[in-house]
């Protein structure tokens, strides 16, 4: 049985372990560099002086915890309405194929309508064939003519500072 809740701060050692998995998914497991106190902070606003800046949902199969989507919110200028950003959605392989997946998707769907969000929005890795496959069948189409820019590390600081 497939169950969905909001994550808590008992949660955060699970999401930091589930976003570990992601990386090696992605085949990236050296570019985390969250620790639970950052994800602490930002999922549940403690030590900043702020509100949360993201929410995660943590999905279960038979009462295991097996996969999360972690999201947050953007702003569309021209929708004049927020959006609904989702930055990981992950199901371990084990839990794959059982509905988990589109479980969580559906959750944050209705939670973008609920709130008023024009659109709900993610990035795909161009290599992950299974992912787009999926979020096709979900009706999803690729935004090919946008290409996603990023500015990190140096580049942001030298940004900020002027140089």
């Known amino acids: ?97 059982h509905g988990l997946g589109r479980a969580l998707l559906r959750h944050l769907a209705r939670i973008a309508l609920e709130r008023g969000c024009a659109r709900m929005e993610w990035a795909v890795l161009d290599w992950n064939e299974p992912a787009m496959a999926f979020y096709r069948s979900l009706g999803a189409t690729p935004m090919d003519e946008w290409t996603t820019w990023r500015l990190t590390g140096k580049a942001l600081e030298d940004l900020a500072s002027g140089d």
């Not at 990236?28 to 106190?37: F, G, L, Q």
Request: glycine share 10%.
């Open 1 to 97: 049985m497939i169950t969905l809740r909001v994550a808590t701060r008992d949660d955060v050692p699970l999401i930091l372990s589930l976003i570990r998995e992601l990386a090696e998914y992605e085949r990236d497991p050296k570019a985390v560099v969250a620790t639970e106190e950052m994800l602490r902070r930002n999922l549940f606003g403690e030590g900043y002086g702020r509100g949360a800046t993201a929410e995660c949902v943590i999905g279960e199969v038979d009462g295991e915890p097996q996969g999360f989507a972690l999201f947050f919110h953007n702003f569309s200028t021209w929708m004049g309405r927020p959006g609904l950003y989702l930055e990981d959605l992950f199901v371990r392989p084990a839990a794959r194929r």
